[in-house]
């Protein structure tokens, strides 16, 4: 009788495992599946998406990383595609869906080139080709900007709105998030330097979303801390002290006996002595105002009301530094160095009810470092889609200063760049010729999908596109609205030069990377499988919320 060879088993039970053709498919249709996921949300008519958690919570919005978070997403190349999004948020504070929608349609063209048995690494190798050569012809176009270009920022600000469910007061709230970024941002010898969190977002439902305002200085969400105290401080002189206002515990375990009533008498008013002592220390600096990281014993308070000073305890650490960066004050540790010149100044601090709640407004703080935006709206929702689309409007504006460039948007930057790229695959030989191709033909999926989403025609309307690019017209991208070519510069619609780079550069690494992939192997220990799906899920996906 034979010898049988006995199997090996290298893998635990349990591991799943696809290769070959077959992983390359199950990753392109699973990142094919979140990129169709957003797609319908691109542009100034597209829909929004409400995400409702296992918790009953309910996000509504048309942001391309917002929606992408929110999903449970289990697929490994989902994943991967989320984190594009994640990227292009951090890096330019939008264009997610765009690098989104672009890392899909990468995939689906160079399935169709695997098709034509093209290697993988061969159309890996042309896609960076032409996404090096995108950024190339995306320079070679791009506008300056500056900081001067109020109006042009404003644009810029409208455009990323445009869409956002904040239609009717995009105006409005573009002016104050170009007001907000000039404010903070700084010039310096290596260039503009921004920090977002120096721009602070503090949601407040109620009102409706024209009452959102810009105050020059830090809104608080917290009240003075006793009744006694004035509720507005014109001309304030604020003090910033990050130790307590109150007598401190003993650090060892310390046990004090008295044996007579006025020895305890005696304990009392030296420890009163001692808050006083603290008190008259803020009162001597001639700070009018008092902003205390950790705690203000109940006699403190008295004596500071008597002193006609406001003061707010438990302020974060966050909101200290922002305080500082605000007012010109210096965070002190120590009351007793607490002196004239550690006070921080601002035309007004006053405690304002907004909804139901007390807030402390720092108002009018000349050559603010920091500032604030109080977003208003009519429910929670309303009011989290603003602040979204204020973030965006941040980020594009910021971005535009940092770099110093911009192009025009509706589809027309893409169509340049396709024009370009089809060129310059002529004049390649071999087969990357196709995947540089394949990266233009993709390329064209930004006005085509504008298009689709606005119930045009996009075979007529990338027809149009195409015939206008030939013949010179560098800004022609689509008029949603009226369904025709437009010159997009000269109708204000601008972006980040940026944030398009960003967007391809991202999107061609990750479709490189996944296309790479041969081999899929998930351990069976407690993990759910790639390929793992329930019902009527696009192949390759596991979405759940």
Sequence with gaps: ?????????????????????????????????????????????????????????????????????????????????????????????DGTTTAVVLAGELLRRAEELIEQEIHPTVIARGYRQASDKSVEILKKIAQDISAKDTVMLQKIAITAMTGKGVEEDREHLSGLAVKAVLQVIQQTGSGMVFDKSDIKLEKKVGGAVEQTELIEGIILDKEKVHPGMPSRIVGARIALVDSPVEVKDTEIDAKIQITDPSQMQAFLDMEEKMIRGKVDAVVKSGANVLFCQKGIDDVAQHYLAKAGIYAVRRVSSSDMEKLAKATAAKIVSNLEDLSKEDLGRSGL???????????????????????????????????AEVKRALEDAIGVISTSLINGKVVAGAGAAEMEVAKALRKFARSLSGREQLAVEAFASAMEIIPKTLAENSGLDPIDVLTDLKAAHEKAQTWAGIDVFRGKVMDAWKQNVIEPLQVKIQAITSASEVAAMILRIDDVISSGKGSKSPQGMPPGMPPGMDMGM
Excluded: W
């Design 349 to 383: 601090v006053e405690q304002v009810k907004v909804g139901d709640e007390q807030m402390t407004f720092v108002r009018d703080a000349k050559h603010a470092k920091a500032v604030s935006i109080i977003v208003r709206g009519g429910t929670e929702h309303v009011v």
């Design 1 to 93: 009788m034979a010898n049988q060879i006995q199997p090996i088993f290298i893998l635990p039970e349990g591991t799943q495992r696809s290769s070959g053709r077959n992983a390359q498919k199950n990753n392109i249709a699973a990142a094919k599946a979140v990129a169709e996921t957003v797609r319908t949300t691109l542009g100034p008519k597209g829909m929004d998406k409400m995400l409702v958690n296992s918790a009953g919570d309910i996000v509504v919005t048309n942001d391309g990383v917002t929606i992408l978070s929110e999903m449970d997403i289990e697929h490994p190349a989902a994943k991967m595609i989320v984190e594009i999004a994640k990227t292009q948020e951090d890096e330019v504070g």
